[in-house]
Nanobody
């Protein structure tokens, strides 16, 4: 059974930083694009950032551009989300997800149905 495990969430003051990690040992990590999504309280889950299999291409939601950075280490089967200059509106449960490289494109990177596997989520709370 494929498992994605997120870590690094927590409570932080506005303007602070957090680094989320997501790891797996159950599939060929380098054959998958990885994405981060989030679900704010009372809202739908939304795209945050994604990275292709090699790490050479990334996409970001407009709301996080310039503040968040997605990266990956294929040798460690891990994807990261560095979050800086956090705002109260970044408060959400953050999920990592994996999409087969063959299915992931520059047109569907923010589409949830492209992602085959999902983690359980990690809570990020930003206080004002």
């Amino acid at each position: 059974q494929v498992q994605l495990v997120e870590s690094g969430g927590g409570l932080v003051q506005a303007g602070g930083s957090l680094r989320l990690s997501c790891t797996t040992s159950r599939f060929i990590f380098s054959a998958y694009a990885m994405g981060w999504f989030r679900q704010p309280p009372g809202k739908e889950r939304e795209f945050v950032a994604s990275i292709n299999w090699s790490g050479g291409s990334t996409y970001y939601a407009d709301s996080v551009k310039g503040r968040f950075t997605i990266s990956r280490e294929n040798a460690k089967n891990t994807v990261f989300l560095q979050m800086n200059s956090l705002k109260p509106e970044d408060t959400a449960v953050y999920y990592c997800a994996a999409a087969r490289a063959s299915a992931y494109t520059g047109r569907n990177y923010n589409t949830q149905r492209v992602y085959e596997y999902w983690g359980q989520g990690t809570q990020v709370t930003v206080s004002s």
